[in-house]
């Protein structure tokens, strides 16, 4: 049978998400999607009223089916974990089952097991601030959501995943290199990514045969790259600076996340792949 893969930060056809689930579709894997709360009503509204059709065309004229969208939260773990008024929230209160442990749940009801984990998902409320600036609150919620939700995900989704499954997620060179902009504690939490990276595939790698990955992905107009506001300036800073000198297109982060979580990547695990057009191999501007 195909593959199923489980995608978490889908919200729009603009993201790496939704590249990512475009390649595995057109692998033949089937998809399955985790969108934000806050962002599920729009998100459902467009794609029943045809918004983002174009985008589900597939390289062989096919058009990608998404099987099934789950209300994801992934900075709560179980139901215990949500506050009062977050639980009471309008926005939150039409939905049900969206803790990670809940969502793990739900799949493994509906369709037994998957193969292929996707975490493309990042938020850091003080993103645009230096990160001498950032409070304590905005870093540990920056790595909450975006860095410690990988390891959540996994640990809730691993004794569901088949094994010789693959998970992926999704990182960017600020981890390792300054990247004046991307503040608010997102670059630490790009650094947590890439080193739990390691150990987890080693750790799940040991237990259940799965891999573990990352794609430091180069920049892209996404929503939330646009929220952190310098994503134009990054694009122009590539295009005079990268070995390859032409945009970076979602679809080619898509097509390594394909590649990564196929056979053909079997004995890959614990690494970060570079999908940048080579920008991170340069040590000055020219
Ligand atoms: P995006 O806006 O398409 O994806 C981010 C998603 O995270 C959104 O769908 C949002 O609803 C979701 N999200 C935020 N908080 C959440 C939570 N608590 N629970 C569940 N979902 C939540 O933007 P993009 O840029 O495609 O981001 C995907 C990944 O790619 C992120 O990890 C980002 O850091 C990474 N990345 C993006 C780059 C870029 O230039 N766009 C460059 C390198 C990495």
Not at 128 to 142: D, F, I, W
Not at 233 to 245: H, K, R
Not at 258 to 267: D, G, H, K, T, Y
Request: hydrophobic fraction near 40%; charged fraction near 20%.
């Amino acid at each position: 049978r195909g593959k199923r893969a489980f995608i978490a930060g889908v919200a729009d056809d603009n993201g790496y998400g939704w590249a990512i689930a475009k390649s595995l579709a057109a692998a033949g894997a089937q998809i399955l999607v985790g969108t934000w709360v806050p962002a599920l009503n729009i998100f459902e509204t467009c794609l029943r009223r045809g918004k983002f059709d174009e985008s589900h065309l597939l390289p062989d004229g096919s058009l990608m089916n998404i099987t099934k969208v789950y209300p994801l939260d992934a900075v709560y773990d179980t139901p215990e974990d949500v506050p009062k008024d977050v639980k009471s929230n309008r926005r939150y209160a039409g939905s049900s089952k969206w803790t990670i442990k809940e969502v793990a749940e739900s799949v493994k009801e509906d369709f037994g097991s998957i193969d292929i984990l996707v975490h493309s998902l990042a938020n850091g409320p003080e993103v645009t601030k230096p990160l001498l600036e950032t409070s304590r609150y905005g870093y540990l919620a920056a790595v909450s959501s975006s860095s410690y939700s990988f390891v959540s995900l996994l640990k809730h989704f691993v004794p569901l995943m088949n094994p010789g499954g693959a998970s992926i997620s999704l990182t960017y060179l600020a981890s390792e290199r300054m990247i004046p902009g991307y503040g608010g504690g997102m670059s630490s939490v790009k650094a947590a990514l890439e080193s739990d990276t390691k150990v987890l595939a080693f750790e799940a790698g040991r237990r259940h045969r799965i891999r573990v990955n990352t794609i430091s992905a180069g920049p892209l107009r996404s929503r939330a790259a646009k929220a952190i506001g310098f994503v134009d300036m990054m694009i122009d800073y590539s295009l005079m600076n990268a070995p390859l000198q032409k945009e970076l297109s979602a679809e080619e982060v898509g097509n390594a996340a394909a590649f990564l979580a196929s056979p053909l990547a079997s004995a890959i695990t614990g690494t970060v792949l570079y999908v940048d057009n080579g920008l991170n191999a340069m040590g000055i501007g020219v």
